[in-house]
């Protein structure tokens, strides 16, 4: 059976994005793939080999589930759960040496436990709070938990210490990140004079690692652009901005797509779906694209977003409903029944991108991304560097394994 739309995972456009990065980074600075999210909507399953075929060796997560569903779809590799990880779940992390945040008393206690039992040391990342006000220890908490971390350190490996940034993406942060990062850096330099020592300091998202040099340190958690898209546009223009040809580097990895599964045509003055919200002010042609707000197309784009038929940047008009949208075609009245439809990605030189905040309505959110049902048919293209490798190494099902939704 044919699903009303597929994804198609780009695998040329990440080596590209991991390209540039690393360029930027230097040869010094570790790399994380987040992947939480289901790998931002791409799919853990697909993302993960591809990823791993493209040198990365480090992914980072939310929770104990997203880790163990990284170790299934990949080649054993080291992950780290920057969030929610129960304390019945602390044994399995450290018996399959999966790092973890711990950023209050009783997840530094359950790893002392795990680890005394299994007899193995527990890999585990300090938080520190700078100034976003979610997670992490302050100073005055730090120096409380200190002594436990100490009188431990047979049983803990530090593998980091940490910190989360309170919008790297926006200038109207940039006070506070300043101040974030001057923070870390004195909470970093106290913990070591007392005689822990953390192997890597990380603390950059993707934006950050863009706008703020004196926050990639060790290693940097890069999200979002290393699918292709920039945390906003503030972040592409400051990247941008000492460039001589000005053009975004990155290739988007996804393609979310669909087809035409109606043409019709209103005349003016009908409206057009449900309710009231759109009436036609001239004669209009209306193409119906069945994937709705059920398929992860948000409602909120009713009458806002742009999709791509044709090589041409077209509105959807109306409610989205929870299986189909409509789209204004009269300035396409080519367009038919069976035509291409994305609603991520590329087509022609156009493109529908996605940003942390939406600026203009052509212009998505990450939530859109993250809320890709599993259940939508994923499989890797531009692939022939990828099977290459994988039949070297002796994985003759490479292709199979990333193609499977």
């Known amino acids: 059976m044919l699903a009303s739309s597929t994804i198609e995972l780009d695998y040329s456009a990440l080596l590209n994005n991991l390209q540039i990065i690393r360029g930027i980074l230097g040869p010094d600075i570790r790399f994380s793939s987040v992947v939480k999210g289901n790998a931002y909507g791409h799919g853990i399953n697909e993302f993960i080999p591809m990823a791993e075929m493209a040198n990365v060796d480090h992914f980072s997560v939310f929770s104990a589930s997203e880790a163990y569903a990284v170790k299934a779809a990949g080649n054993d590799p080291q992950v780290l759960i920057m969030g929610f990880i129960d304390d019945s779940e602390v044994e399995w992390a450290v018996e399959h040496d999966v790092e973890f945040f711990v950023f209050e008393s009783g997840r530094i206690m359950a790893a002392i436990e795990a680890a005394k039992k299994l007899g193995k040391k527990a890999r ?18 730090l120096k409380k938990v200190v002594p436990l971390i100490q009188k431990n350190l047979d049983v803990l490996e530090v593998c980091g210490d940490c910190t989360h940034y309170a919008g790297a993406e926006s200038i109207a942060n940039y006070v506070r990140v300043k101040s974030q990062i001057k923070r870390f850096n004195k909470m970093d330099q106290w913990l070591r004079s007392q005689g822990i020592n953390p192997m890597m300091r990380h603390t950059a ?38 460039k001589t040809d000005r053009v975004d580097p990155l290739k988007r990895v996804i393609k979310w797509k669909s087809t035409v599964m109606d043409v019709k045509e209103v005349t003016t003055g009908e409206f057009i779906g449900y309710g009231t919200t759109f009436m ?11 994937v709705g707000y059920s398929h ?17 940047r077209l509105a959807v008009i109306g409610i989205v409903n929870m299986n189909i949208l409509m789209v204004d075609i009269s300035e396409a009245p080519e367009v038919k029944k069976g035509d291409e439809v994305i609603l991520i990605g590329d087509q022609g030189d156009q493109s529908v991108s996605v940003a942390s905040f939406s600026e203009l309505s052509n212009l998505l959110n990450y939530e859109l991304l993250t809320r890709l049902p599993h259940n939508i048919p994923r499989k890797v293209v531009n692939t022939e560097a990828f099977i290459t490798k994988n039949s070297k190494n002796g994985l003759h099902n490479a292709e199979e394994k990333v193609t499977t939704a």
């Open 124 to 141: 585990i990342h300090i938080e520190f709070e700078t100034g976003l006000n979610r997670t992490g220890f302050s100073q005055d908490q």
């Open 205 to 242: 998202c993707s934006a950050a690692a863009m706008s703020y040099p004196k926050s990639r340190m060790d290693m940097v958690r890069i999200g979002i652009l290393q699918y292709g898209f920039w945390p906003s546009r503030e972040t592409i223009i400051d990247y941008l901005k000492n």
């Open 280 to 290: 036609a002010s001239e004669n209009m042609k209306l193409a119906t694209v069945p």
């Open 296 to 312: 992860g197309y948000s409602r909120s784009l009713s009458n806002q977003g742009r999709v791509l038929i044709g090589g041409k």
